[in-house]
């Protein structure tokens, strides 16, 4: 093509504007994976250089590491659950009960190999527990979350009594070490692999984006919604092990709160929590690593912790914002 | 319709920004390393975090009094938490504190059953540990071992806060009447020091006054982590009611319970005064019942509130409550941990050379004046604690300091002296 032909195409072209060429680059594949990644390093090269080099000492990573484990591992399971669009924020609260358990086998038999038996256990039964109520008997999801909640919170009570249930503290340490990272990377290995690399993530992602039209495609949407849950079961158990040998004792109200915790990971980590095509299973990591850096660069730099929360809000709402899909036809579960 | 987007959108950006900029305009110049460092008057400097276990009136009282009262008379750096509501977030805050350039860490999060992991937490980092709390038989370890960095706990001295609302029924609760009480044993079932000490307490004073029997013991009753009737041989009226506001349903039951009409003593073991003082006050009107509250309480909206209000008979919304300086406690974590910052630890160890628990006394409110005028005490200008009391904790300013003359000290820093000094 000659120089003046191609200068008559561009004058035909429609210009964009900056706007458009924004929204392209959003609605780039990749960029709800780049995106929060941008953020997570443009935030530890910042506290990197606010505090003179002192965020890269061992101490400050191997405590980001701490800190994210459990919220990265419980985010990673629920990913599965999120992507199917069934939003159970009930995850924190069955945690806690895996945990309650487990501290119980431990207290009866004295055995940690027992404690991480039947916490992982107990975290795959309920889950199962919850899927079955929101599969099997059709009542919506959120619904089962709440009753799941009072349920769980309940039962470690009553299970839990007046003092937290203690487990021996060195063994918790020692536990702490090859076995936490070992089995935290061959289980976030596991979902990687299964999500992105099989059928089970492509059909999870598709359930999520349409189950009627998955259905209509030969999906069998049941079976498949178990096998979600059953995952997402491992993660939770998981995450209570991981629970019980950083605090090495189990108070009844363990797991308050972690939902909305997994939540916030999930959707800062680029995922909406209503699944869809776009979901992935390691934005919950992402996300709990970014807002543990947040935390720890704003204090090391000697911010308040009350500002901490107003400049985390901010964050939080710039970065869902930014990272959140608008439909400019009809609303759908993308929408954060 | 895009352009106005993109206003929004900048917007949103910029007001991060300005807030971004104006925290780390908040900041030391990015100096983590502040620890033990030496001050302009040649002082050791050092950081010390506050492990908050919720965010209120009492908290930012406390800040005030360490940021602007102690800091620079001592040469000390404060950094707060947010509010830690379990075990998790409490390491979570030390760990974070630790690589802040903390040397020590003062904890207002009382799970006594938690002392050792957080002793252990604080011994990695090399940070000197001190909680608000009491002893637990669980953690006898962290007593008995040798823990360097263990400074002890301070706390309120449960028993005699107890005794306070023994004593205000013993000297104010007309036998000749048949009342009926709802004990709110809030979460001594968990095994609260103070919320048990209340609780077993007023029960106890029912049972004597009345000379009644119940069915259960009274640690069945404060134990228990249902409602449960405490029958007795007498027929009187005693309802234990556990849980906190928090809890979903507490309110409603105990408004449920309320709307029996058996009671008419709403006593509480915990601080709920904020909570339940409009539930209170519209049953009063709606049953044309008369109900005598009494409570635990801090300074604050919630107590004064309480305590200036009128009930639909004309009488004090809020019969008794109890306050305490927060000022006076603060000074003991404060004093416990700059002991042993400053290489004075003997003065935090008991004779027997176990870290010792300080204790503090809290003092009743009946009235409003009363409220009013310990309620203006401990502020800037009027600190319960000021520096000559906490110079008498310090083994720096006061020489040979032992824990038992601390001990002596708190316990002289009554109401009478004070108001003396202050008055």
Known sequence: ?336 | MKKNGWLRKAAAIGMAGVLAVGAGGCSDSGDTSQGGESGAGGQEKYKIGILEVQLNDESTNRADWFNNYIAPKYNVEFMFSEACSDLNSCMTFIENAADAGCDAIINYYAVGANTQQLVELCAEYDMVYTENGGRNPANDAVYTGNYENFAGNFMADQPATGKLFHDYLSETLDTSVEHGFIVGTGNAYQGNAQQTEISANMLGAIEELYGLKFDSTIEELYSSSAPVNGTNDKGIEVYCYPGAPATSGWLEGLNAAMQTGKYDYILMSGNVLGNIMTTVDELETAMNKDFTVIGFGSFGEALTSAMNSVDHFGNQALSMSTVKFTSIVSTMGFSKVYNCLTGHRDACLEANGEPSVLLFRMNAVTNPQQLEEMGSWDKEGKWVADYDFVDSMLAVKTEGLTNEQAQETIYKMDYDAIKARLN
């Open chain 1, 1 to 336: 093509m000659s120089n003046s032909s191609a200068a008559a195409v561009s004058e035909r072209s429609p210009k964009l504007t900056l706007a458009d060429r924004v929204d392209m680059i959003k609605n780039n594949r990749y960029f709800p994976i780049v995106f929060p990644l941008a953020m997570l390093a443009f935030l530890l090269l910042l506290f990197v250089a606010l505090t003179g080099g002192e965020f890269m000492k061992r101490s400050v990573i191997l405590g980001i590491f701490n800190q994210s484990f459990i919220t990265g591992t419980m985010a990673t399971a629920v990913a599965f659950i999120y992507s199917t669009g069934n939003v159970d924020f009930s995850v924190g609260n069955a945690m806690g009960l895996a945990c309650v358990l487990g501290a119980l086998a431990y207290q009866a038999t004295g055995s940690m190999a027992v404690m991480v038996l039947v916490t992982l256990a107990g975290g795959v039964l309920l889950m199962m527990f919850n899927c079955t109520l929101c599969v099997t008997c059709h009542v919506k999801p959120a619904m089962v979350a709440i009753v799941a909640m009072s349920i769980y919170s309940a039962i470690c009570v009553v299970l839990v009594g007046a003092a937290p249930i203690g487990v021996e503290y060195e063994t918790s340490k020692a536990l702490e070490g090859v076995f936490r990272y070992g089995s935290f990377l061959l289980y976030f290995g596991m979902c990687l692999l299964l999500y992105h690399g099989t059928a089970i993530g492509r059909k999870l992602r598709f359930i999520g984006g349409n189950e009627r039209c998955a259905i209509q495609t030969g999906i069998n949407a049941v079976k498949t919604q178990y096998i979600s849950f059953l995952f997402a079961g491992v993660g939770v158990g998981l995450a209570g092990v991981y629970q019980t040998i950083r605090t090495a004792n189990v108070a009844s109200t363990v797991g308050t709160g972690m939902g909305t915790d997994v939540m916030l990971a999930t959707v800062l980590g680029g995922m909406s929590i209503f699944g869809g095509t776009k979901s992935n299973c390691f934005a919950g990591l992402i996300g709990a690593i970014t807002v543990t850096i947040l935390n720890k660069g704003l204090l090391m730099i000697g911010v308040s912790s009350t500002m901490i929360q107003g400049i985390r809000g901010v964050v939080f709402l710039l970065l869902v914002y930014l990272n959140s899909e608008r439909q400019k036809t009809l609303p759908s579960r993308q929408q954060f």
